[in-house]
């Protein structure tokens, strides 16, 4: 396989880990500039905006949750979590879908897109 798909919850909740990381790094580089109490203030409010956002993001991930269908991935055999027409294995990444008619075709992210329409 050229391209390796990932699962979009794993995806989201990699981001939204990243966003906390992000959050604290501005904090403690805010620490820095202690003799400037604007940039401190700064630095701390946007660290604080990043925690503010991950927290967010993992709210909705809780609501596409419960959105997810769960199944037994052929490859692997492990239970994973779909999210639309087409989805990634959280184990393997193996391309899953939903779609009788997609089976066998390429692997598309836009597939999830025309079904909302
Ligand atoms: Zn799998």
Redesign the pocket.
Known sequence: MALKYTNKINKIRTFALSLVFVGILVMYIGIFFRESYIIMTLAMLLGFLFIIGSTVVYFWIGMLSTKTIQVV??????A?KMLGRVDA??????P?TMDKSLEGKEFDEDYNRKSKK
Not at 89 to 94: I, L, N, V
């Open positions: 991935c052929p490859t692997c055999g492990g994973t294995c959280m184990h393997c990444s193996e899953l």
